[in-house]
């Protein structure tokens, strides 16, 4: 959990780490013209406050073998049932990312599979274990993901 707003010198940092983590502690320093120790100090603290949550690789879904994204919606078969969607679905690992939403669903899924038919396997697999019912957007294209939030 943060504090509160990010200073002026936290924000520039996690700004160059979101633009690419990879980042060493010397080039930070340069970018935002701090000693390399102190830039040390501030991302540890990022980090240990939660701002900084992870350092990940983003992959390509085409390369990788898993050119089709999509984005499922979830409704509840009964809503009275327990919103334990999250935890019924965790298991499943095509599932990239899951967002509680506002509106007729009550989350959406960011999928990436193999194709249509891993699509479809997945689709049942997701009905069968959280007792939903979905909706499908297939993504055609990705001009852009991933962006860094503006600080």
Known sequence: MTDGPLE???QAIARELAADGRRSFTDL???????????????????????IRGYTARLDGELI???LTALISLTPND?????????????IAEIESCYSVAGDESYVLLVRVPSPLGLEDLLRRIREAAKVSTRTTVVLSTPFEGRAPLL
């Open 79 to 91: 809503p009275a049932a327990p919103d334990d969607y999250p935890q019924r679905l965790q298991h």
């Open 29 to 51: 320093a340069e970018r935002v013209g701090l000693s390399v120790s102190a830039v040390h100090q501030r991302v540890k603290r990022l980090e240990q406050r939660g701002v």
């Open 8 to 10: 002026p010198l936290d």
């Open 65 to 67: 073998g898993l050119p």
